[in-house]
């Protein structure tokens, strides 16, 4: 063994045992793309109404020298109202008039309530600012509810004017001289003074 080592026989035997091996690529077989379903029809997006515009009022003034006896219209229909004779005037039915119901707007004024304290921390803040507050005014002048449209921008004197004055009582609105619930508006600004 010694001397197969010295002399290479070892080197020999092992290039007759490794012999050049010989390699193929197999590619696999890939089943048919199965064909894909059509996409769905897009949706029917159904055209908005036309735009609805009424019709302008038109007023038509009759000039004054159109006689008030002319035929204007002719109709085979019997009239249902009783027709005077001839040479005899009608009296038409009376008609009754509507009119509009008259509204008064609820009056709210802050002069007759309690001025709101400052709140302290706005106060040293240097807080300042005009809130506009909405009052729901029930028919006996109490605020029902209140929220602010417009803020002053600080939270504390928002709240603070919109408790102060939620306390107050208004006159309330009125229709045909009865009370009824409607909305007010107020602003109250807050500077230091």
Known sequence: ???????????????????????????EIKPPPQEKPPPPPPPRLAAPPPPYIPPPEVQVQVP???????????TSARPTE???????????????????????????DARACEKPEYPPAALRAQESGIVLLAFLIDVDGSALESRIERST???RLDEAARKALSLCKFKPATTDGKAERAWAKIEYEWKID
């Open 64 to 74: 004054q020298s159109v006689q008030t006896t002319a035929i204007t219209a002719v």
């Open 82 to 108: 009783p027709v005077a004779a001839p040479g005899q005037r009608f009296a038409p039915a009376p008609v009754a008039v509507q009119r509009a119901p008259v509204r008064t707007a609820p009056v709210v």
């Open 1 to 27: 063994m010694g001397y197969a080592l010295v002399n290479g026989l070892a080197r020999k035997i092992v290039e007759v045992v490794t012999q050049p091996l010989e390699t193929k690529i197999i590619e």
């Open 153 to 155: 921008g600080f939270r």
